[in-house]
């Protein structure tokens, strides 16, 4: 009885914190990928928040835009767009860069 | 660039090459000889990669954007489920040649096909820059031969010891592996929002950063998240505790 009321608990628990029935509306940011560089290079994101990137490449060539501390990587082909859901963070700073050209394109995320 | 080359290459080849070392090494434990059954995998593997990175843009757009996503979460939950019945093949008592097989064959394509589709595409986007495409595809063989040199060592640790003992290795080795893959299947449906991300469980980093070269290692090897989400660890301890079940009752 017990571990039955601690399995539905737990089932309860995820379905609630893991849900995707959200009424709020969830804010977009653009970044923009020109000559291998992110514009805008920083990012402002609220805290506590589920935020939508839409990533346009500019470029002819392929990016991969990826965070390792946000465990997000998307590859972005040349001439097209993509969104990565991100969020809710804590307030911070998480780096993301273009795996194909990590010398050039950065990028931060400011949580605040 | 050509370090930059190695460095994504070999990661994306390590994964890929630790897999095949070990049902390679599976398949010895049982008698079976892999040989044939690898290569025609990893070259049907490396057919559907090409195909996968030329089509990459419009894969991406498909299911309101959440196509790339997708293909990946599938091709990963297919290579968790196919693990733990080839794993379970390898420890049992009476093997199935063709379940064995095909599983394992299986598994090689999928991963095969996830993990030189980047490397495809990475290359693609310079192959008209005659200036550092030489350096690139240089890099890029550095990085497979270190790759496969790793695989080709851990292929000989596990034969080196006692076969009831590299079998238990094998299938706990493969176990990470799983585990880790269900950690990068839960980031891809919650990077789409088709399940919901929570803040953080806690943050390692500071004893691995993924940003390090170890840390890189880490992740390619076993999928090493310093900031994982409840339901990766959740998925990850249950994956860990499947295999462990397994090897108790069948090891």
Request: aromatic share 12%; net charge neutral.
């Amino acid at each position: 009885m017990i571990r039955q009321n601690i399995l539905k608990f737990t089932l309860l628990f995820l379905l609630c914190s893991h849900s995707n029935i959200c009424f709020a509306e969830v804010p977009i940011i653009e970044i923009k990928i020109k000559n291998h560089l992110f514009y805008p290079a920083e990012v402002n994101v609220p805290s506590n928040k589920k935020v939508k990137l839409l990533v346009i490449n500019e470029d002819d060539t392929p990016e991969e835009w990826e965070s390792y501390e946000l465990n997000r990587e998307k590859v972005i082909m040349g001439g097209r767009k993509s969104y990565i859901f991100i969020g809710p963070l804590s307030p911070g700073v998480y780096n993301f860069f273009g795996e194909f050209h990590p010398k050039t394109a950065q990028g931060i995320i400011l949580v605040k | 660039m050509m370090l930059e080359s190695i460095i994504l290459i070999l990661t994306e080849i390590l994964e890929a090459s630790v897999l095949i070392a070990l049902l390679y090494s599976g398949w010895n434990c049982i008698g079976l000889n892999g040989r044939s059954t690898t290569l025609k995998s990893i070259i049907i593997g490396m057919i559907c990669s090409l195909v996968i990175a030329y089509y990459l843009g419009d894969i991406s757009d498909t299911f309101e954007g959440r196509g790339q996503e997708l293909l990946n979460a599938i091709l990963l939950s297919f290579c968790i489920g196919l693990i733990f019945i080839y794993s379970y093949f390898c420890l049992n008592e009476k093997t199935n040649v063709s379940i064995s097989f095909l599983t394992g064959s299986l598994i090689v394509i999928f991963s095969i096909t996830r993990e030189v589709s980047e490397i495809a595409i990475f290359l693609m986007g310079y192959i008209y820059n005659s200036e550092l495409l030489p350096s690139l595809l240089f890099g890029g063989l550095i990085g497979i031969g270190i790759g496969t040199s790793f695989g080709i060592l851990l292929y000989y640790f596990l034969g080196y010891i006692s076969s009831k003992k590299s079998k238990i290795i094998t299938v706990s080795l493969l176990g990470l592996l799983a585990a880790g893959m269900s950690t990068e299947l839960i980031s891809y449906l919650m990077q789409v929002d088709i399940i919901g991300s929570t803040t953080f469980l806690y943050d390692s980093s500071f004893i691995i950063n993924e940003s390090s070269l170890i840390g890189r290692f880490s992740y390619a090897i076993f999928r090493y998240e310093s900031t994982p989400t409840l339901l990766q660890f959740l998925f990850y301890v249950f994956i860990l505790c499947s295999f462990s079940t397994l090897i108790i009752k069948k090891g």
